[in-house]
């Protein structure tokens, strides 16, 4: 199994682009989420799914979209790039959520914004 | 998802000695989970508490759930460089999961 995997590793973007962040798990995992982490701000979430076709919002949606069509994907789209979106962000998931499963990252995307 | 207070922020230690980092919560969670960041990694799942009053042990690392189930702690015995890294606590129960800022621990020989 490659658990979870994240692309890109790296990406600069301007103000105003958009992009796709890119996650998927071979685990047949039911609950996805994604997480930015700031210096000093440990992880917040910013969307969760607890399975196919079923996405809600974390502590700091704003900016982001997300959606899952498919158990193994769960993009994470910015719609309009801002430098506050200047982030280390982390893919995870889990075989349930509330019920004490671990959580497994993947390796993160560092995403600078200009 | 439930919201906790880590402390310390930051920790030196000299290579040998005692750590320990501590999740405080305003109201009683359902269990806890500890996670291990090394430098430019990511989050590594260490270890859950359930119970109240719960103490678990991996090798060097000593975990406590408080007996009314607000706070929790993890104290690492005579640190090694290789403890380098951010301790997190992420009290568990709904769907969202998240997570206290972290105790970055560093090492010094």
């Known amino acids: 199994n490659a658990g979870v995997t994240q692309t890109p590793k790296f990406q600069v973007l301007k103000t105003g682009q958009s992009m796709t962040l890119q996650c998927a798990q071979d685990m047949n995992h039911e609950y996805m989420s994604w997480y930015r982490q700031d210096p000093g701000m440990g992880l917040r979430l910013i969307h969760y799914s607890v399975g196919a076709g079923i996405t809600d919002q974390g502590e700091v949606p704003n900016g982001y979209n997300v959606s899952r069509s498919t158990t193994e994907d769960f993009p994470l789209r910015l719609l309009s790039a801002a430098p506050s979106q200047t982030s280390v962000y982390f893919c995870a998931s889990s075989l349930q959520q509330g019920r004490g499963q671990p959580q497994h990252f993947g390796d993160g995307t560092r995403l600078s914004i200009l | 998802g439930q919201q906790v207070m880590q402390i310390p922020q930051y920790q030196h230690v000299q290579e040998g000695e005692d750590f320990t980092t501590y999740c405080n919560s305003s109201t009683t969670l359902s269990n806890i989970q500890w996670y291990k960041q090394r430098p430019g990694g990511h989050p590594v799942f260490l270890i859950q508490l359930v119970k109240s009053g719960e103490v678990k042990k991996q090798k060097r690392l000593t975990f406590q759930f408080g007996e009314a189930k607000k706070n929790s702690s993890l104290h690492i015995t005579a640190t090694q460089t290789t403890d380098v890294g951010t301790y997190f606590c992420?009290?568990?129960?709904?769907?969202?999961?998240?997570f206290g800022t972290g105790t970055q621990l560093k090492v010094e020989l």
């Open positions: 992420a009290p568990g129960g709904g769907n969202k999961l998240t």
